[in-house]
DNA sequence: TTAGAACACAAGTATCTACTTGCATAGGGA
DNA sequence: TCCCTATGCAAGTAGATACTTGTGTTCTAA
């Protein structure tokens, strides 16, 4: 009558590894994880998530791969940790835009419009952060509130200038607007120099000429609903 | 005066390898080929390009790994040769819309993006093997040519509302269009069913409310230049 | 009928890369 | 000064996966 014979895996994977979170640093110790995140962020924007190695970002960091993981256990939350500083940066940048309500609704989403623009091309490794790499729940989360500030912030233009406007209905507006803004992105990240400010009026216009009919159009039918 | 002493290494990397492109097929191999390609692109479509592992696509096809390289020389080349495949076929339906000339230009607009859709659809592993895969360079000009197709048709539509719009202004509209169709396909590609016939519809508005005014506001300073 | 070519696969190999181990040094609080 | 802990790395390991090798089987053309 054996009932316990194996009691050993009372935890399946012990996960050993040489990081602790709870690790107290010093400060050669933060300037190194500063240093390994800012070498990180070098490596994604030049290769793309998946092209780089940790390796890579240990070398470009002038440490050891050893070293690294005594700052970040692996390497999805180096890509993690960067992305939610990234989307949290962004997102306060975006709820900070027209704070005291004076830009009239064209004004407002080309300035949302322009801010973006302008933070993806100052950290161009965001892009692959948020599209490609596989990111902690945290990170995750961070993510997807940043789209809902966009998304938001733009429902609540639509519903300032037509109040009939349901909300539901709004929300869909802002997440179609969200995603003209990531196609023509795309493209924008790769142009060259001459065609980025032709793309930069473009990408204006396509959304503006999305959402303006939104606004003008209101008798048609399932446009307006009250929420 | 050793002047040769390594004659061996007269092609630095000798390409090996048991695919032998001129070889004689049976109606055996070339059904096994087929199969192949119908494994891949079952596999391709429910993980991805770079999760796809080429054992899993011999495990699909009832195959060993060992027999699918008797069939191509590497993974690349099965993405490839569905990615050329695709691309022509979509390539050959945008050229087949309204070949007679009888729709306007929101009909043969609309037609243009209900066809791409469709296509999307029918072969959900298209939009990954064309944005993630590493393509041959024959299949990278088959996408290159496709996503020409669909410019030129829409600038070739521009033209003909408009003449006198440039001809590098209207490709710069269709591609234009292009991006914003990409940014919305790819949330239609993971959208609930619920959600995708709203999306559909947003689609079209969204590519025809950039297009409309191009014709309709002609009078705008840079809109309007001649060839 | 038979030889050569195509088909098929079990059982590998080669390589890449995320991650560890074991040990040595530096630093700061007692 | 002493000791504990943080920092650092050379030299690995582990596991995944693209691809091969060697060998036997089936087809087909002469």
Redesign the pocket.
């Known amino acids: 009558m054996q009932v316990f014979t194996y009691m050993i895996p009372f935890c399946e994977n012990p996960p ?5 979170p709870n ?8 300037q ?1 994880q500063q240093a390994l995140l800012r070498a990180a962020a070098a490596v994604f924007g030049r290769l793309g998530y998946h092209e ?4 890579a970002i240990a070398t470009e960091a ?6 690294l ?2 700052f970040f256990p ?3 939350a180096i890509a993690s940790a960067l992305a939610s500083m990234y989307a949290r940066e962004m997102a306060e940048v975006e709820r900070a835009i027209d704070s005291e309500g004076v830009l009239d609704f064209t004004e407002a989403v080309g300035e949302l419009i322009d801010v973006c623009m302008r933070f993806n091309r100052k950290r161009p490794e965001f892009h692959t952060l948020v599209v490609n790499a596989p990111l902690s729940p945290a990170a995750r989360e961070d993510k997807r509130v940043l789209g809902q500030v966009f998304v938001d912030f733009i429902a609540a233009r639509l519903r300032r200038e037509l109040p009939t406007l349901s909300r539901s209905e709004a929300v869909h507006h802002g997440q179609v607007a969200l995603m003209i803004f990531r196609g023509i992105l795309d493209e924008l990240a790769v142009a060259s120099p001459h065609a980025r400010q032709r793309l930069q009026q473009a990408m204006r216009n396509a959304v503006l000429r999305y959402l303006t009919p939104v606004l003008t159009e209101s008798k048609t039918g399932r446009a307006v609903r009250s929420a």
């Open positions: 050993v590894s040489v990081f602790d690790r107290k640093r010093n400060a050669r110790g933060e190194r780089t190695t940790t390796n002038g440490v050891s791969p050893a070293t993981y005594q692996n390497k999805e």
